[in-house]
């Protein structure tokens, strides 16, 4: 690899090549030693197409989320299945996946600003800022980014823009879908807020058991079904749909609200 190579958004590639190594290093036993990553369809990835594919997934913390799966998807183009035993495969890891985030997270800190040069696509939150909520107009350069790291490679996005569960899914999402026709492959995971605390740096809780679930590419007509179906359907597909919770036990809905509060008095 040229030491002087760039990503379409002007980042080295070497320095990201090495960021990765470091960052997965670092992580590693946080899904495979302190706490118990349980995988399943990891397989799937192996077949994916080189370039626009698009990740959608439930969103649990800031940064954990997005380092796990990081581990799953190399880890499996490596050949291991539903594991990430053995961080061998970090040594030559996909360079070219990157992870929707908003720019005031990418920006309050080092650590974020080191994360974001390893793969981030900052935009601006139309809906929220600084902890208040906000009406603000989407930015058209957020989009276009958005489209040239799925014209690169793969993309992994949270469509409901929150750590918050229940929450509804962005309509921006859907539009990128329309827009770029990618393969869009869900992801559920689940364990993430219970191990980490609500950033995804501080080990709140160790032997949790957490679980990714990466499912079969979603079938979309992308010419004729509508914004809202495609947005109904990533709805159902993360388990974020309003009608899971009918089916989840009230205690369970209200340990998480607990959860929720104690998260919001920490920070």
Not at 3 to 9: D, I, Q, S, T
Not at 15 to 27: D, N, P, S
Not at 40 to 68: M, R
Not at 145 to 172: E, M, Y
């Amino acid at each position: 690899m040229s030491l002087f190579k760039k990503n379409p958004f002007g980042h080295y590639l070497f320095l990201k090549l090495w960021l990765i190594r470091i960052a997965g290093l670092l992580t590693h036993r946080r899904f495979k030693g302190f706490n118990d990553l349980q995988i399943h369809g990891s397989e799937i990835i192996k077949v994916l197409p080189e370039k626009n594919v698009l990740f959608v997934s439930n969103h649990q913390t800031y940064f954990a989320d997005v380092a796990a799966m990081l581990h799953v998807f190399n880890a499996s183009l490596s050949g291991r299945e539903d594991s990430i035993k053995n961080v061998g495969y970090l040594w030559q890891p996909k360079l070219n996946i990157y992870f929707v985030a908003a720019k005031e997270t990418m920006k309050a800190g080092l650590l974020p600003k080191i994360l974001a040069y390893a793969g981030s696509v900052s935009i601006e939150r139309t809906w929220r800022e600084k902890g208040k909520d906000v009406n603000k107009q989407v930015r058209m350069s957020d989009v276009s980014n958005i489209s040239k790291a799925l014209d690169d490679g793969w993309v992994i996005t949270f469509p409901q823009g929150t750590t918050k569960p229940w929450k509804p899914i962005r309509r921006g999402t859907a539009h990128i879908i329309k827009k770029n026709k990618p393969v869009v492959v869900p992801i559920v995971i689940d364990g993430f807020r219970r191990s980490f605390d609500k950033k995804g740096i501080r080990i709140k809780k160790r032997g949790i058991l957490q679980s990714m679930e990466i499912k079969p590419p979603l079938q979309i007509d992308y010419e004729n079904e509508t914004m809202e179906q495609i947005v109904e359907k990533l709805e159902f597909a993360i388990e974020q749909h309003p009608s899971f919770l009918k089916v989840i036990p009230a205690a369970e809905i209200q340990n998480e609200e607990e959860l929720n509060k104690e998260r919001q008095w920490r920070y």
